[in-house]
């Protein structure tokens, strides 16, 4: 499920600030790069059973490489994931996703997006 209301979609932000204000945030970045895409993931637990859903904000650098820990990176429209054990995380609105997750996410999304905003302003100056 695509969260559209947010204004994180776009935003450019340097690699090594972008992982801190994400994992700062409980995202895990772990090896889920490659050279020119990033994926940070956060996992949220679920009562139903052998289900889990998964916050994922992901970009793809405009400048330097992912592996080099230099690169400036475009953020893409985060995505709300329903992960059905044994078989993988799936994305599609029919997916019937909680409301309560939803809020959640959106919460969170409204977090970050205020610290990259921050970020971005005090380097301006």
Same mark, same amino acid.
């Given at each position: 499920?695509?969260?559209? &209301?947010?204004?994180?979609?776009? !935003?450019?932000?340097?690699?090594? %600030?972008?992982?801190?204000?994400?994992? =700062?945030?409980?995202?895990?970045?772990?090896?889920?790069?490659?050279?020119? =895409?990033?994926?940070?993931?956060? *996992?949220? &637990?679920? %009562?139903? *059973?052998?289900? !889990?859903?998964?916050?994922?904000?992901?970009?793809?650098?405009?400048?330097?490489?992912?592996?080099?820990?230099?690169?400036?990176?475009?953020? @893409? !429209?985060?995505? @709300?994931?329903?992960?059905?054990? %044994?078989?993988?995380?799936?994305?599609?609105?029919?997916?019937?996703?909680?409301?309560?997750?939803?809020? +959640?996410?959106?919460?969170?999304?409204?977090?970050?997006?205020?610290?990259? +905003?921050?970020?971005?302003?005090?380097?301006?100056?």
């Amino acid at each position: 499920m695509k969260l559209e &209301n947010n204004e994180i979609k776009d !935003t450019v932000l340097d690699l090594q %600030p972008l992982t801190y204000i994400m994992e =700062r945030n409980g995202f895990v970045l772990a090896g889920q790069w490659d050279y020119e =895409r990033v994926t940070y993931d956060l *996992k949220m &637990n679920s %009562p139903e *059973k052998n289900i !889990t859903y998964y916050l994922r904000v992901s970009g793809y650098a405009i400048e330097g490489e992912v592996d080099s820990g230099k690169a400036v990176i475009k953020l @893409l !429209t985060p995505l @709300l994931g329903k992960h059905y054990y %044994p078989h993988g995380v799936e994305y599609g609105e029919e997916e019937g996703f909680p409301q309560n997750i939803i809020d +959640k996410s959106e919460r969170i999304l409204s977090t970050i997006n205020d610290q990259l +905003k921050q970020f971005i302003e005090e380097e301006a100056k």
